[in-house]
């Protein structure tokens, strides 16, 4: 879109116009002139009449030169007056011309949508070259500041306003295309704050280069988004000109990989493992079998060719086996595109022998199947019972007086079955093992000591779970009231398997007794099952990085049939499997995004590095933590997009992975455009050029109408003294400097 702007022949104006109050300074030797002003009284006499005839003559020139002098006073402090205001004024495409300097704000996008390749350049390319041109085209005396488009916090590259024109333009060749997310309004925040520092001059320009993603530039698509970026830039125009040079493109295809997951945090050996990718067309034409490709460990292990719609979702799968236990690399791949980095994706995949679960036993029972504990054994590891363990997951069974001396670490989940009270050293090593990424389930039964729950684990803002036990509801010695689950339309991921699966027996499971709970509003608090009662059956809560689940009812045959009934075996599966995922913590995050790891007490010693996807290898610092006495190592430099491996520093610790990935926002190349952002502002790239050719060229000077004038004051101040020295001498003296000074005023260089 090209705009026209008018440019007058000539401009007249004042950077400080409020200074010009000191004119009225200017009417001070005229008041002292005429204060001090004799009045005299006339008394004739004869002899009087010869002397007036003798000095009539005289008179009229004393006259004359206080006047001149009187004349000399006011120019000199209205010329100060003046000069102070710091006037300007340019005449275009005339002979004789002077402007005031401008300061401008350069803005430009370096986000990863701006990588889009064009016919012969990006459009990053495009932008910088505009920038470039803008500079090399600005007149000596104009200042520069540059922001550049980036994450949420956007880099000032010149936070200070230079006039060094080789300098601006060095910073701008300086400038490369990131890899993330622009957040235009940060952006346009900074541009208010350096305006702050441009309030002397007379003329200021506000220039942002952007292909004006709509994703950056009108966040979530919704109109509060819409209405800060437009406020923003109503700010800006009435402090500055505004202008919009529009880089983007329209109309333009793209895929993408948006999304890369699979429902298990770790897998282990030799299981399958499924693994979701989420496709996206961003543009009007479908593409029919395009190929996607799986890679792990950089090796090309499956590929399938996949049928994308016009701007729609498309979902892939694939399956896989590990063979190794550790990390692995993983990676989908698109064929390339104009902007291939969001043609890649990638993730890791932690790969374990077994899952270690410990089952704390609160009943005694000499009886076979007495104990709340040998259920679950069987249901965890049904192989335990007739051969060796050759299962998924392993668990080991101690007594509730064991678990004070226990080392929780070495086990990525612990069940809690029927412990009648717990000491506060107890309950601060659960508590510190939750946090730290362990999994934690509580079972309840008929041992339970309500009081010592109350207060010591579920105590609210300060216990494990925020909530409160209450009475028990029903009677398991007489099963005089049978109650039943409600899975809550199964949207919990824990009973997403028992979903249109009535054989599994989830709905018809005979429950005779169990506790009755408060439940607070805590959004950190979860139903995952309900009774038909609509009472909590299942809770979930976190404690940083763990999950905690309590189970209101036991889970032997005293309370209910569900230890023997068919839902048993798979729901205690999902839920082992479930809470076990927050001791490996999250293994991706977003380009911008720090990394934060957690680390082991067989760690504190080391020296860690992180190897970034281009192997530029960043040494880590340690942070203590006083809350749990361990370090957490934060890794802010995510500029890149790919595997970051994490190298302990020693051969008997195995390197961890990382991912990190694009943000699938800046995938969309939609156009906000002059429907969201007021036309005027634009202006088309190839206006650049043009604008600046609509501006007839100038002949500057770095010396202001200020500077002369407070020369031509300092000539008068010499002029002034002279006439009440000599009259003669400082009338030629003042002619001669009002000619100069009006010369000199005239001709600037």
Known sequence: MNAFSFQPLFAFGFASPW?????????IPILIHLLHKRKFIETEWAAMKFLLAATRKYSR?????????????????LLLAVAFSRPYWSLQGAFFESAAPVHRILVVDTSFSMRWQGEEETLFEEAREIARSIVSSSRQGDAFQLIQISSASPQKVISRPSRQQTYVLDEISKLQPTQEFGNAGQALQAALEFLGQAQELAQKEVI??????????????????????????????????????DVGVTEESNLAIVDFNSRAVFATLNQPVRLSVTLHNFGLLNQDAVNLQLYVDQQLVNQK??????????????????????????????????????????????????????????????????????????????????????????????????????????YDAVVICDVALFTDHERDLLKHYVSRGGGLIFSLGAQVNVKNYNQTIFQPGQGLLSLKLLDRRGDARKHTTLFEFDPLQYQHPVIEIFKGNPDAGLETTHIYEYFQTELPADPNTRLILNYDTNDPAIIEGSLGRGKVVLITTSLDRLWG??????????????????????????????????????????????????IAPDQEKYPLRSVLDSEDESRIITFPQTLLSGIYELDWGSAAMENTLYAVNVSSQESNLNHI???????????????AQSQLAEVPEERSTQAGLAENLLLTVLALIVVEQLLLWRFSAGALTFLAVMLISGLSLFFLR
């Open 19 to 27: 200074l010009l109050m000191g004119l009225l300074a200017a009417g």
């Open 61 to 77: 020139r004393v006259r004359f030169e206080q006047l001149l002098i009187l004349l000399v006073r006011c120019l000199i402090l």
């Open 208 to 245: 942002i280069i952007s292909d004006f993603q709509a994703e950056s530039w009108a966040p979530q698509q919704a109109e509060q988004g819409n209405s800060r970026i437009l406020s923003l830039m109503d700010a800006l125009s009435k402090k500055a000109t505004l202008i919009l040079k």
């Open 305 to 410: 060719q996949v049928d994308l719609p016009a701007n729609t979702d498309t979902q892939a799968e694939f399956t896989h086996q590990f063979t190794r236990v550790g990390d692995h690399r993983l990676e989908v791949r698109l064929a390339d595109d104009r902007l291939p980095l969001d043609n890649h994706r990638w993730k890791v995949m932690p790969v374990k022998k077994e899952i270690n679960v410990l089952l704390v036993n609160g009943r005694r029972s000499t009886e076979a199947m007495g104990r709340a504990t040998d259920f679950l054994e069987l249901a965890l590891s049904p192989s335990l019972q007739e051969q060796p363990w050759q299962g998924i997951i392993k668990p080991h069974v101690i007594n509730e007086g064991e678990l004070a001396t226990t080392e929780l670490s070495l």
């Open 561 to 610: 049939t569900w230890a023997i009934w068919p839902s048993f075996p798979p729901m205690v599966n999902e839920l082992v499997l479930y809470i076990a995922t927050g001791k490996w913590g999250s293994r991706e995050a977003r380009v911008g995004q720090p990394l934060e790891i957690m680390t082991r007490e067989n760690q504190l010693t080391l020296s860690p590095q992180m």
């Open 673 to 687: 455009g002059p429907q969201v952002i007021p036309p005027q502002y634009f202006r088309r790239p190839e206006g």
